[in-house]
């Protein structure tokens, strides 16, 4: 059995630095949208002192508390009508098998890509009514 102890310290160092090289897209992706998130913020900040793009930048401020309870919102009654496809549908409509496909075809639904054909499957004739 190789183990690291057999190692020398430069070996191990190449090893781990070319290891870093080969996974460094999948683990700095999160860093470099981390710094890019910063640098917008600072920006923004920096700009709220301009007097042609401040008033825009304190707007846009004000603006993103209401689409944050809009999002809000719609993530409550988007799962709340997941839930309730898969709990009527779970047998008989493929598209509402689990939970995350169920959730998934309801953000299809609300973006008006809606087929009722999907409904037909179902042996009751209260639910084809409901779909």
Known sequence: MFTD???TDKEFNQRFIANLNDNKDFKLAY???ACIVC???RIATILQFNEAIGPLIKILGKMSTDFLNYMILSIMIIVMF???GN???IHDVESFKDF???VLTVIDFSTGNFD???FDTSQTEG???LG
Do not use: E, H, Q
């Open 5 to 7: 102890s057999d190692l």
């Open 31 to 33: 860093f470099f949208a």
């Open 39 to 41: 640098l917008i913020v």
């Open 82 to 84: 997941a839930l309730v």
């Open 87 to 89: 709990i009527n549908f």
């Open 100 to 102: 995350f496909t169920s």
């Open 116 to 118: 009722f054909g999907i």
């Open 127 to 129: 639910l084809k009514l």
